[in-house]
């Protein structure tokens, strides 16, 4: 995902998101063999607006340090569920969103680009 993030090529992030994981923060560290509940991801809710914000990235190195620490390696079929359940309640999605390429989707624009 990565190099579809620098390239900013929206089809070939979605192609890396169909065919590969993305790094999600959690609220806190969990069994790696256990999937994650809705309640273990980490969503940021703007404090004026109340807008929340899912951030994934495509390594743990761009999640910035003033996230929680906890990350999960959460492939597509889990980012479809997650979207297909939560999708209503998130205004937007940031990819990398400390770089060093950010992008920003939609919530529906991603679970669109997942089920190709």
Not at 87 to 114: C, R, W
Request: proline residues 9%.
């Amino acid at each position: 995902m990565a190099e579809a993030l620098e390239r900013q090529d929206m089809a070939a992030v979605a192609l890396a998101l169909r065919n590969g994981n993305t790094v999600v923060p959690l609220m806190k560290a969990g069994d790696r063999d256990r999937p994650l509940e809705s309640g273990e991801v980490w969503t940021y809710r703007d404090p004026n607006t109340g807008e929340i914000a899912l951030l994934l990235f495509s390594d743990a190195r761009n999640k910035p340090a003033n996230l929680p620490p906890a990350v999960g390696l959460q492939g597509p079929e889990w980012l479809k569920v997650f979207l297909g359940r939560y999708g209503e309640q998130i205004t937007t999605v940031f990819l990398d969103i400390a770089g060093p390429h950010p992008m920003q989707a939609s919530p529906a624009d991603l679970l669109a680009a997942l089920e190709l």
